[in-house]
Nanobody, 124 residues
Framework: QVQLVESGGGLVQAGDSLRLSCAAS????????MAWFRQAPGKEREFVAT????????YYADSVKGRFAISRDNAKNTMYLQMNSLKSDDTAVYYCAARLSSFATTTPRDYDNWGQGTQVTVSS
């Protein structure tokens, strides 16, 4: 198991930027494909972005493509989500997730390691 802790959320205005971090501990971080998901009140958890173990392959939901950037630093056991041009629709709890595999997926049930989440609120 790998333990995950998100940070960096907050209250911002539309158009602002935030950078979320996901710090990992417990196992070799570089063995895990990673992802960001989010969940708004009353809605199901949805995929935001994925990144491969090496960081060379990334994939984004259409709703965030061109505005968000996922990255990882395996030497620091940390993954990031740079969020630019934030919209009110981006308001949600953001979760990082890890999967012991070379390949990330967009399905929450494929991940067995989750952080506690960090709240992002975008006011319009």
């Amino acid at each position: 198991q790998v333990q995950l802790v998100e940070s960096g959320g907050g209250l911002v205005q539309a158009g602002d930027s935030l950078r979320l971090s996901c710090a990992a501990s417990g196992r070799t971080f570089g063995n895990y494909a990673m992802a960001w998901f989010r969940q708004a009140p009353g809605k199901e958890r949805e995929f935001v972005a994925t990144i491969s173990r090496s960081g060379t392959s990334t994939y984004y939901a259409d709703s965030v493509k061109g505005r968000f950037a996922i990255s990882r630093d395996n030497a620091k056991n940390t993954m990031y989500l740079q969020m630019n041009s934030l919209k009110s629709d981006d308001t949600a709890v953001y979760y990082c997730a890890a999967r012991l595999s070379s390949f990330a997926t967009t399905t929450p049930r494929d991940y067995d390691n989750w952080g506690q989440g960090t709240q992002v609120t975008v006011s319009s």
